[in-house]
């Protein structure tokens, strides 16, 4: 008789994220097994219903598809190295965070192998996996994706970017760019009206948070013009050389470094 219920998974680290990815498909009715290097991170898991494999090669055997997210590529390869013998036929997904030249070279090591690869990028943090606030980019193997996006989209919003594996990784760290570049500027004003005995909440509070939000309405129309390839734009427009200049020489006077709109500085000199 032919076998119709959810999909085997396979899940490999059983970190913060790894145990939110299991716990998702375990409460989806999939038949999960589990492993982890420090084994009783499974225990949880255990007690819900997943199956503890002994050695990564005996958790690779027991499922089509493999998710595997661990701490970096250095520990994916170690760790999956030695199950290669397990690998063709399956199907990898590795949603541990690392750069886009990994992505790439792991999915050429993964078809040498004869196994089908899926780099993802999470763009969520653990407690949101499984609802749809939980975006997770995928690139690689489309068939591979196609396959198995049912099992996929139990844990979020899935967004499958591409045939080229290394997609997911450069849209992710993109992305995190963005994010650091907001938080570099965040902390620095905090740090500057600190100066002055203002506390961070209320300042966040009442103007910070404010700011950035009416600011962010501004990013479809910048993202326009560089589509367009206009020479002048209104984003580099509302970089204000004397506000630049300005912002620096107060961070210094009030003894607060503004190093992180040396960038933007560099873009209005050359306009
Ligand atoms: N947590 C988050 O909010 C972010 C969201 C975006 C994506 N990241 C990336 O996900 C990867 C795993 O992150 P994590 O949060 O699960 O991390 P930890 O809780 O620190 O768990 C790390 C797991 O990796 C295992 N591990 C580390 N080194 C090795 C190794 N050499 N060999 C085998 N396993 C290794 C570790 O095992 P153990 O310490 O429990 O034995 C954990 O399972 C990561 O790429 C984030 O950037 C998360």
Same mark, same amino acid.
């Given at each position: ?36 290097? @420090? ?56 949603? +541990? ?30 407690? @949101?996996? =499984? ?49 650091? =570049? ?11 009206? =600190? ?5 961070? @909440?209320?300042? @966040? ?29 209104? =984003? ?34 050359? +306009?």
């Amino acid at each position: 008789m032919v076998n119709t219920g959810p999909t085997p998974v396979t899940v490999i680290g059983l970190g913060a994220m790894g145990q939110a990815l299991a716990t998702a498909f375990l409460d989806a009715g999939h038949p999960t097994t589990v492993w982890n290097r @420090t084994a009783a991170k499974a225990d949880p898991l255990v007690a819900k219903g997943a199956v503890r494999a002994e050695t990564v090669a005996e958790a690779v055997a027991a499922a089509p598809l493999i998710v595997v997210c661990v701490l970096d590529y250095a520990a994916v390869h170690a760790l999956l190295g030695p199950a290669a013998d397990e690998l063709p036929g399956r199907v990898l997904v590795n949603l +541990t965070n690392g750069t886009a030249q990994e992505a790439r070279a792991s999915a050429q090591w993964a078809a040498e192998l004869g196994a089908e690869y899926v780099d993802g990028g999470i763009m969520a943090i653990p407690p @949101t996996i =499984g609802t749809p606030d939980s975006v997770i980019l995928y690139s690689g193997s489309q068939q591979a994706f196609d396959t198995h996006s049912k099992a996929l989209d139990l844990l979020g919003t899935s967004k499958f970017l591409g045939t080229d594996a290394a997609l997911a990784s450069l849209h992710d760290l993109a992305l995190l760019g963005a994010m650091y =570049g907001m938080f570099a500027g965040a902390y620095n004003a905090i740090a500057m009206v =600190g100066t002055e005995k203002v506390a961070a @909440t209320e300042f @966040t509070d009442e103007l910070l948070v404010p700011w950035l939000n009416s600011m962010v309405a501004v990013l479809p129309m910048l993202a326009e013009e560089v589509d367009s390839g206009a020479e002048v734009s209104e =984003g580099r427009r509302l970089v204000e050389r004397v506000a630049l200049t300005n912002i620096i020489d107060t961070a210094k006077a009030q003894g607060v470094a503004a190093n992180f709109v040396n960038p933007l500085q560099a873009i209005k000199d050359n +306009t």
